[in-house]
């Protein structure tokens, strides 16, 4: 099992409608993994938040995992996920799209794009609940994620 001891699974959750976050925000505290969720509301505010730009975001740590809306304004999921994908200081960090679009055109451009994952956004807070109870079972509990840069 991929077990921290010394800290919590920092996650950066890039999602433009409150609602969505905050749905996302309570499915995660039902977990039984330690996780210490950041929230902005776009790619722009996402690349402030990895790169430490804002005096917000200064001693924020380097994120575990992102799960990341498609359609956002002002920079949307795929470009978001192109530029990171793009950093040679941030390439590492696996992004999970997480949105409404189940259109096969965005789940192929997510993956083709850099994408390690994609999860369509359930309507009821059971459903999500379940989503993210089988991320935190992949993610936290199967996969083994770099320590590089953290």
């Known amino acids: 099992m991929n077990k921290r001891p010394n800290r919590p699974f920092v996650i950066l959750l890039v999602e433009d409608e409150p609602a ?8 995660l505290r039902q977990t039984r993994t330690q996780i ?11 690349f402030e938040f ?10 924020v740590p380097h994120p575990d995992l992102i799960l990341l809306d498609l359609n956002m304004p002002r920079m949307d999921g795929s470009e978001f996920l192109t530029a990171i994908k793009q950093d040679p200081k941030l390439c590492d960090i696996p992004v999970i799209m997480l949105t409404t679009s189940d259109v096969e055109r965005d789940v ?3 993956y083709q794009l850099g994408a390690a994952g994609y999860i369509v956004k359930p309507i009821e807070l059971a459903e999500l ?11 936290f509990g199967v996969v083994r ?3 590089i840069g953290r």
């Open 36 to 46: 210490e969720l950041h929230w902005v509301n776009d790619g722009v505010e996402g």
């Open 108 to 110: 192929l451009m997510s």
């Open 145 to 147: 994620l770099p320590e």
């Open 50 to 59: 990895l790169r430490r730009e804002s005096d917000d975001f200064r001693a």
């Open 129 to 139: 609940a379940a989503a993210v109870k089988g991320l935190e079972n992949y993610w």
């Open 20 to 27: 969505d976050a905050y749905l996302i925000k309570v499915a």
